[in-house]
């Protein structure tokens, strides 16, 4: 058989793949070192959770997409140290990021997340890859979806002009 066979694992990442899913890792290595200075500053209960489960859904990514590049002879990306633990209270009000700051942060990166996640997949000749963002894709629309529902109950939406006058 030639290079591209029926076992996708076999076959050779090419350079898009390798670039994605590196720039992937190093993305996320940034994220959570943020999300866990976020935790840090978060009053909000519900928020401090949907952080934490953010947190460990890019661990998770970045564990699978680690292994991707290992096994294909790639180094990836340095991680970033864990972020020491904090208190609000530990931070004075005026250094201090609020809830609706860092909820706004976090939906930007989702649809973010959701970008990086299909541009990779677009760009996939190995199924096995594609399939695997593919995966991450829909868990960061679902996390989106728990973040954006959030955000409405703590009113921390802040709606772009919207169109009511719908002509008949």
């Not at 996708?8 to 990442?13: A, G, L, N, Q, W």
């Not at 998770?60 to 294909?72: A, I, Q, T, Y």
Request: aromatic share 6%; with cysteine; hydrophobic share 40%.
């Amino acid at each position: 058989m030639g290079v591209m066979d029926n076992n996708s694992k076999k076959e050779p990442m090419h350079y898009g793949e390798v670039m994605g899913s590196w720039s992937f890792v190093a993305a996320n290595n940034g994220l959570i070192s943020g999300y866990e200075t976020f935790v840090n500053h978060v009053g909000d209960k519900d928020l401090k959770k949907l952080l934490t489960q953010v947190i460990e859904m890019m661990q998770s990514h970045n564990k699978e997409v680690v292994e991707l590049l290992k096994n294909n002879g790639i180094v990836p990306p340095p991680a970033l140290p864990s972020r020491p633990k904090a208190t609000t209270e530990d931070i004075p009000v005026g250094a201090r990021f609020e809830d609706i700051e860092i909820s706004a942060t976090v939906a930007v990166n989702v649809g973010q997340g959701l970008v990086s996640c299909s541009q990779v997949m677009g760009q996939c000749l190995r199924e096995d890859i594609a399939r695997m963002f593919g995966k991450f894709h829909t868990e960061w629309a679902l996390f989106g979806a728990k973040l954006l529902k959030l955000n409405k109950e703590k009113g921390w939406i802040v709606p772009p002009p919207l169109h009511t006058d719908v002509p008949e």
